[in-house]
C-alpha cells in the first residue's frame, strides 16, 4: 500500500534558522507531490506541488521542496525561518494514475521561537 | 476563504447519534474528497464522489456514508456515533490544471 513517512513530528527552532522536514514515500508510480501547511485552527493551505519538470519547486512564503525520484523523498525547505512559520505541515502524495485521492504523512508540526 | 464551503464548522453530539456533514465545492469543481483528521490517526482519506457517483474508498467505517447531490454539494453522514469518531472532518475538490486539491475548513465534531 502507498504511504507516506515524514520523518520528524515535532520540530523547535529559533527565528531565523534554516529548514528541512523530511518526507519519503512509497509508491513506484507516476505521483503528484504537494506539502501543505496548517495554521491553528485553519484548514490545509497548499505551500507547494511538484507534477513534472524541474525537481526543484518553489511555493508560497519562501519554501522551496525538492523531488528526488531516487530516494522517494521531497523534502520541504526554507532558509529563514519566522514565527509567523509556527504551523503543522503534511507532506502529500497524489497518485495520478489511480483516483487521484491524497494520502498524507502523519504531518510535522513547527514551533518557531521569536 | 478556499471557496470551499463546509457546515457546520462545529458539532457537538451524543454517543449513539447521527449527525450530517455538508460540503459545497468551487463552481465548476465535480470531485469531492472527504478527509478525518484525529490525533491518533492523521490526516485519513474517507471516500471520493465525482459527479454524483462513489469513485473510491479509503477508510471509511461502515457507520459513514456519504452522497454527492445534482446540485454537486455532498454530505458526509455519521451515524452511531462513538467517542472515537470525534475529528475534524474535511472535504476537498480537486481542479485538474490548477493547484490541485482546494480544503475547506473542516466540520470539527464532538462526541460526548
Known amino acids: 500500500a502507498q504511504s507516506v513517512s515524514q520523518h520528524n513530528h515535532h520540530v523547535i527552532l529559533s527565528e531565523a534558522a534554516s529548514l528541512e522536514l523530511g518526507c519519503n514515500y512509497s509508491?513506484?508510480?507516476?505521483?503528484?507531490l504537494f506539502w501543505y501547511v496548517q495554521y491553528p485552527g485553519q484548514h490545509l493551505q497548499l505551500l507547494l506541488k511538484y507534477f513534472s519538470g524541474d525537481p526543484l519547486v518553489k511555493g508560497i512564503k519562501g519554501f522551496e521542496a525538492e523531488f528526488i525520484k531516487s530516494k522517494f523523498s521531497f523534502n520541504l525547505r526554507k532558509p529563514s525561518v519566522q514565527w509567523s512559520d509556527t504551523a503543522e505541515y503534511f507532506c502529500a502524495v497524489d497518485n495520478s494514475g489511480n483516483t487521484g485521492k491524497l494520502i498524507f504523512g502523519q504531518g510535522t508540526t513547527l514551533q518557531v521561537k521569536p | 476563504d478556499s471557496g470551499v464551503t463546509q457546515t457546520p464548522k462545529h458539532l457537538i453530539t451524543a454517543t449513539g447519534q447521527r449527525v450530517t456533514l455538508r460540503c459545497s465545492p468551487r463552481?465548476?469543481?465535480?470531485?469531492v474528497y472527504w478527509y478525518q483528521q484525529s490525533l491518533d490517526q492523521g490526516l485519513q482519506f474517507l471516500i471520493q464522489?465525482?459527479?454524483?457517483?462513489?469513485?473510491a474508498k479509503g477508510n471509511i467505517l461502515e457507520r459513514f456514508s456519504a452522497q454527492q447531490f445534482p446540485d454537486l454539494h455532498s454530505e458526509l453522514n455519521l451515524s452511531s456515533l462513538e467517542l472515537g469518531d470525534s475529528a475534524l472532518y474535511f472535504c476537498?475538490?480537486?481542479?485538474?490544471?490548477?493547484?490541485?486539491?482546494?480544503f475547506g475548513s473542516g466540520t470539527r465534531l464532538t462526541v460526548v
Open positions: 476537498a475538490t480537486l481542479t485538474r490544471g490548477s493547484d490541485g486539491y482546494t
Open positions: 464522489y465525482y459527479n454524483g457517483e462513489e469513485r
Open positions: 463552481s465548476g469543481d465535480l470531485s
Open positions: 509508491y513506484g508510480g507516476t505521483v503528484n
